[in-house]
């Protein structure tokens, strides 16, 4: 299992200001929400206790950039302002490299993001969360898997996605990295198709018995 927390990708990060704070206001909300329910934090006895979720959506539209995405190792914070947000500018996802700017670095699990947003351009909202019920029973629910080798961060991440988006099974929206402990994607049109996608497959996963 790898290492979390961890950058994986070439960064070329400027210190750049924060972004608009109305920008990030409806991502924000969710990522509250999903720090209450502990599918983002910082736990002492979880991972290490290294800070755990990220979120993202895009930039609107005719703006300088691709994605805003929270801030590494963020996730201890109950709650973000925008000067935790960093805007990525551009992707290489072959290249195994990322072009940020802002107040803080992004998260270690951008090149994912970026992947998801390259994809699809109706996707415009990434979530990335630990869940151990979701994980566990990703088999029993048929969720769509990424392989135990692909770390996450990586290009071999980004190519399993591709990979299950090309198959079609990413079309309800979420799926399970089996090599990245705990960890589970959903993804949306809007940031509000995402968080719901991820909170229905939550409750599934939580009414299954023990196995």
Known sequence: MD???VTRFDLRFRPGAA?????????????TRL?????????????GGIGFGNVSCR???????????????????????????????R??????????EG?????????????????????????HVHSPEIWRAAGRLGLPTTPADAAYGTPAMA?????????GRLRDGLFVMAGHEDGVVAFGDSIEAAGRVLVSILERAKTLPLS
Request: charged share 15%; glycine share 8%; hydrophobic share 40%.
């Open 91 to 100: 992707a290489d996802i072959a290249a195994n490299r990322l072009e940020a």
């Open 159 to 167: 190519e399993a996605v591709a990979r299950l988006h090309q198959s």
């Open 3 to 5: 290492q979390e927390g």
């Open 35 to 47: 720090h209450r329910l502990r599918l983002i934090g910082q736990d002492p006895g979880r991972y």
């Open 103 to 127: 107040p803080v670095a992004p998260s270690s699990e951008s090149l994912t993001h970026a992947m998801l947003y390259a994809l699809d351009p109706h996707i415009g909202c990434v979530l």
């Open 59 to 89: 930039v609107p539209a005719g703006a300088h950039g691709l994605f805003l995405v929270s801030g590494t190792q963020t996730g201890r914070l109950p709650v973000l302002g925008a000067e935790h947000y960093s805007l990525v500018a």
């Open 19 to 31: 972004p608009p704070p109305s920008w990030i206001e409806a991502l924000n909300a969710w990522r």
